[in-house]
């Protein structure tokens, strides 16, 4: 004789197809959400990246302004321009590239000027990294906590004359 009505064995196969149709839409959530957040991390690298590669050429723009700077540039420079790497971006070389017209604010023709200038680039695109922090995914969040800190550095390297 066989049973009619509701078994055990039929709830559980019930419930499990059912289940097992909600997996996919779970799924594609899920990736929806991942190609989201990797779609955020890449406009943020690329933001960050230009912020970067505007600073390179702003240490090019002095340097070329001011060639007796060049020693004492051109290590920071070539440092900015592995957080442009790091970032996925164009390093645009590891040494000064011929002068490029400026963009941003011309460069002084004063050379402690100039210097000053340079640090409070540095120390903005510093803050932006720092600022980025907040919503960065913890891989990002420590590349930039790092150029944050260097940027830092090359702050204080710009501003106390015994550098270099």
Partial sequence: MERTGTTRRR???????AAAG?????AGGAETAAASRAKAEAATRRRLATASGALRDRYDATIARHPGLSER??????????????????SGG????PARPAAA???P???RAALAALAQAERGTADRHTAALETA????????ASLAAAGAAHVYLLT???SG
């Fill in 11 to 17: 709830v559980l196969m019930v419930t499990g197809a």
């Fill in 22 to 26: 909600t997996l996919p839409g779970c």
């Fill in 73 to 90: 540039l051109g290590a920071l420079r070539a440092s900015v321009a592995e957080h442009v790497t790091a970032l996925g971006g164009a």
């Fill in 94 to 97: 590891g040494s000064p590239a």
């Fill in 105 to 107: 604010a011309p460069v």
């Fill in 109 to 111: 023709a004063d050379e």
């Fill in 137 to 144: 995914e913890p891989e990002l969040a420590r590349l930039l």
């Fill in 160 to 162: 106390h004359r015994d």
